[in-house]
């Protein structure tokens, strides 16, 4: 009984670095799937909304990652999930001032 206690406590630690993961694989695939010559009419909007929830799935991460207790997960999976979010938050920004600068 215990041992099938403490399995189940580290199996949750380790669930942000899991969704981590993931958004990171969905940002890529979002990369590479939403172009021009995939989608030729398709609004900046969308790519614009998609990221903005994979950014959120990655604000979620962080704030799972804040509560863990073993500190050697919790400092790599706040140092990756920060790293990936800021240049996902500065993605989001060009294309905002590109659907800024070409919408009338």
């Not at 009984?1 to 206690?5: A, F, L, R, Y």
């Not at 207790?69 to 001032?97: D, E």
């Given at each position: 009984?215990?041992?099938?206690?403490r399995?189940?406590?580290?199996?949750?630690?380790?669930?942000?670095?899991?969704?981590?993961?993931?958004?990171?694989?969905?940002?890529?695939?979002?990369?590479?799937?939403?172009?021009?010559?995939?989608?030729?009419?398709?609004?900046?909007?969308?790519?614009i909304?998609?990221?903005?929830?994979?950014?959120?799935?990655?604000?979620?991460?962080?704030?799972?990652?804040?509560?863990?207790?073993?500190?050697?997960?919790?400092?790599?999976?706040?140092?990756?999930?920060?790293?990936?979010?800021?240049?996902?938050?500065?993605?989001?920004?060009?294309?905002?001032?590109?659907?800024?600068?070409?919408?009338?």
């Open positions: 009984m215990k041992g099938e206690c399995l189940k406590s580290h199996r949750n630690e380790y669930h942000s670095l899991i969704l981590t993961f993931i958004l990171l694989i969905v940002s890529i695939l979002l990369f590479f799937g939403l172009n021009g010559r995939t989608f030729p009419n398709m609004s900046l909007w969308v790519p909304s998609l990221y903005s929830l994979v950014g959120v799935g990655y604000v979620i991460s962080l704030l799972i990652a804040l509560r863990l207790k073993n500190t050697v997960i919790k400092t790599f999976s706040l140092l990756a999930t920060l790293m990936l979010l800021l240049p996902l938050v500065i993605w989001v920004y060009l294309l905002l001032l590109a659907n800024g600068i070409s919408e009338p």
